[in-house]
């Protein structure tokens, strides 16, 4: 079964500045999609960014990024220029194929606390 | 972008009785759905995987007999949870997957079980 592990429970960050999550994952599939999901206080699940394992180009999407490396199984999320809205909990997910055919295996999430 | 509903967005329902959670697309078709559990301050947990017109396929430790789901049209997937108890107390959420296999999530709902 696919595993995914975030390490960081909380992070914080001053308005303006770059932070990045963390993620690992374990899997024996050579195909496979992940994800970053933003969860705000109104619990609404928002995809933020998606990478297929395939491509060895990083995704981004205007200020998020991430740092996709397959060889060591990582998947971290670089948030430039924070602002007062990324405040929430990201979570890191994983799917077996078709960017999404099958259910997202999530990690436990981390915080993420924007100071202004 | 796609939209996807869910009603309630909160029920309270005392114990033993049952209460249905009905998930819509609203602009789209999906012939998959996913129901989700999320517990307070953690992850969400997969339940099952909702076809359209076939049996949903359930997680391993889920009980099917108490977490009822139909997937009876290409828009609506529902779970009925049966024979409620303060233990089944939780935040559902659903998911729907597109044709292109993007997924798109509900709001949620807060189920509160007396």
């Known amino acids: 079964a696919q595993t995914v592990t975030q390490s960081q429970p909380e992070m914080s960050v001053q308005e303006a500045e770059t932070v990045t999550l963390s993620c690992t994952y374990d899997?024996?599939?050579?195909?496979?999609?992940l994800f970053w999901y933003k969860q705000p206080p109104s619990r609404q699940m928002i995809l933020v960014i998606r990478?297929?394992?395939?491509?060895?180009q990083n995704a981004t999407e205007n200020r998020f990024s991430v740092n996709f490396q397959k060889a060591a199984k990582s998947f971290s999320l670089k948030i430039s220029d924070s602002q007062l809205g990324d405040a929430a909990m990201y979570f890191c997910?994983?799917?077996?194929?078709?960017?999404?055919?099958?259910?997202?295996?999530f990690g436990k999430g981390t915080h993420l606390i924007i100071q202004p | 972008g796609a939209v996807v509903s869910q009603h309630p967005s909160w029920v309270i329902c005392k114990s033993g009785t049952s209460v249905k959670i009905e998930c819509r697309s609203l602009?789209?078709?999906?012939?998959?759905m996913f129901w989700y559990r999320q517990f307070p301050k953690q992850s969400l947990m997969l339940m099952a995987t909702?076809?359209?017109?076939?049996?949903?396929?359930?997680e391993q430790g889920v009980e099917k007999d108490k977490f009822l789901i139909n997937h009876a049209s290409l828009t609506l997937s529902t779970l009925t949870v049966t024979s409620a108890h303060p233990e089944d107390s939780s935040f559902y959420i659903c998911?729907?997957?597109?044709?292109?296999?993007?997924?798109?999530f509900g709001p949620g709902t807060r189920l509160t079980v007396t």
């Open positions: 899997t024996s599939e050579s195909d496979y999609y």
């Open positions: 602009d789209f078709q999906a012939t998959t």
């Open positions: 998911s729907a997957r597109t044709f292109s296999y993007e997924q798109y």
């Open positions: 997910a994983y799917s077996n194929s078709g960017g999404g055919a099958d259910g997202l295996t």
């Open positions: 909702s076809n359209e017109g076939s049996k949903a396929t359930y």
């Open positions: 990478q297929e394992a395939y491509k060895q």
